[in-house]
């Protein structure tokens, strides 16, 4: 069964500093990987996706993320963040024969102080 | 374009009174995703319709819980008799053409008093 772990359900950055969300997957087939980001009272938007092409992907508002096989990983980076980013974020798995079912790890909420 | 629509929006109700969500996916899209939302189990994938027919339903949490969708602009997610437990934001998420790429709603809050 695919899964995702995201490590630390908090994460507290600094206006200007870097931002790093971890999580890894579990799937036993090549997976499709995701982050999305949750904006209080809102549904989730897609920030980046990695489906098998470039292992360095990028996404919106300067988030990108590496895939990693040997690690197991798809750690979501920023270079400096902004108040703006501060939301929960989502990864998230799919495998190429599920339809778009989507499997989503527990969320981390990122706080940004100024 | 509309995004994804859900209704209503906030609802109150008593235990074991008949709740019913709905909602309308982007046009075009032809698989539809009921998930729930709680602060203690996160992100919960109930059901999932492709062409409007159930694939899986196995996150259904039971019999008081049901979903249809009669056609392709349309699904509710029924719950009866209602709970406390089932207090949570309820979510709706259609798919483009490109695998997992999910719009979601804005989401439908319940609480169950």
């Known amino acids: 069964a695919q899964s995702v772990t995201q490590l630390g359900s908090h994460v507290s950055v600094s206006e200007g500093a870097l931002v790093l969300l971890r999580c890894n997957y579990s799937?036993?087939?090549?997976?499709?990987l995701f982050w999305y980001v949750q904006y209080p009272n809102q549904g989730l938007q897609l920030l980046l996706k990695y489906t098998s092409a470039a292992t360095l992907v990028k996404g919106i508002n300067g988030f990108e993320a590496e895939f990693k096989k040997s690690e197991t990983s798809f750690h979501l980076t920023k270079p400096s963040a902004h108040m703006s980013d501060a939301a929960e974020y989502f990864c998230a798995v799919s495998d190429h024969n599920q339809g778009g079912k989507l499997i989503f790890g527990q969320g981390t909420e990122l706080s940004v102080k100024p | 374009d509309a995004g994804v629509i859900q209704s209503p929006r906030h609802e109150v109700t008593e235990m074991g009174q008949e709740v019913t969500l709905r909602c309308k996916p982007i046009?075009?899209?032809?698989?539809l995703f009921w998930y729930r939302q709680t602060m203690m189990r996160g992100l919960e994938l109930l059901i999932y319709?492709?062409?409007?027919?159930?694939?899986?339903d196995s996150g259904m949490p039971e019999d008081r819980f049901s979903a249809k969708m009669p056609n392709a602009s349309f699904s509710t997610l029924k719950i009866q008799p209602s709970e406390p437990r089932d207090s949570a934001v309820y979510f709706c998420?259609?798919?483009?053409?490109?695998?997992?790429?999910?719009?979601f709603g804005e989401g439908s809050r319940l609480t169950v008093l």
């Open positions: 998420a259609s798919i483009s053409q490109e695998p997992g790429e999910l719009f």
């Open positions: 799937s036993s087939v090549p997976p499709y």
């Open positions: 319709f492709n062409n409007n027919v159930p694939i899986d």
């Open positions: 046009s075009g899209h032809n698989s």
